[in-house]
């Protein structure tokens, strides 16, 4: 079975500072691996996703994410934080034909002025 | 295209009664699922539908019943509603990927359900 953990329900950084928000997993096949952001009030919305090929993924917003697969690790970096990227960030490890999504419990960015 | 629709937007319940929340998705996907969001808790699966015709039991399914209408249309039924099941519901459908479970999942705009 599968299992996320996001390190930190919160994270704070000045705008243009930078944003790391942690994710390890636990998988007993290669994984594949996605962060959804969380607006207030809305579903979730894919920002990137690791498959196979290239570990360094880019996503939407000018966010990116390294798996780092001997750490166990995908863990996603933006260079400067901006206003509207306050929101909840989920990490999602998929695995089986049905390809079921077991989610970390999340965590809340808020960027201060 | 409207991608992952679900109806109501909200609602209220009393206790033993039930309900049925409604979702559709217009992408032609195979796959779709029911979640629900709880504080600290992330997302957790209810029950999923690999493809038309067949349903099967996420991490917590206790509770619920499925239909998989057709291919666009996925239903969550609560027969007897219990505050315990006060939550945000999530419908999502899958990209089919060839040989491989990494297709994304598209969310819906979510139900949120308060049972009294």
């Known amino acids: 079975a599968q299992s996320v953990t996001q390190l930190g329900s919160h994270v704070s950084v000045s705008e243009g500072a930078l944003v790391l928000l942690r994710c390890n997993y636990s998988s007993s096949v290669p994984p594949y691996l996605f962060w959804y952001v969380q607006y207030p009030n809305q579903g979730l919305q894919l920002l990137l996703k690791?498959?196979?090929?290239?570990?360094l993924v880019k996503g939407i917003n000018g966010f990116e994410a390294e798996f780092k697969k001997s750490e166990t690790s995908f863990h996603l970096t933006k260079p400067s934080a901006h206003m509207s990227d306050a929101a909840e960030y989920f990490c999602?490890?998929?695995?089986?034909?049905?390809?079921?999504?077991?989610f970390g419990t999340g965590t809340r960015l808020q960027v201060t002025l | 295209n409207a991608g992952v629709t679900q109806t109501p937007k909200f609602q209220v319940l009393k206790t033993g009664q039930s309900m049925t929340l409604q979702c559709a998705q217009d992408m032609n996907h195979n796959s779709m699922y029911w979640y629900r969001q709880d504080p600290g808790m992330g997302l957790r699966l209810i029950y999923y539908?690999?493809?038309?015709?067949?349903?099967d039991k996420g991490e917590v399914p206790n509770g619920y019943n499925v239909s998989r209408l057709n291919k666009r249309e996925f239903s969550l039924r609560l027969e007897s509603a219990a505050p315990s099941q006060t939550s945000v519901y999530f419908c999502?459908?899958?990209?089919?990927?060839?040989?491989?479970?990494?297709?994304?999942?598209?969310f819906g705009p979510g139900t949120r359900l308060t049972v009294t």
């Open positions: 999602a490890v998929s695995t089986g034909t049905a390809s079921k999504l077991t």
């Open positions: 999502a459908s899958r990209v089919q990927t060839w040989g491989a479970s990494g297709g994304e999942q598209y």
């Open positions: 539908s690999a493809s038309e015709g067949t349903t």
């Open positions: 690791y498959t196979t090929g290239a570990t």
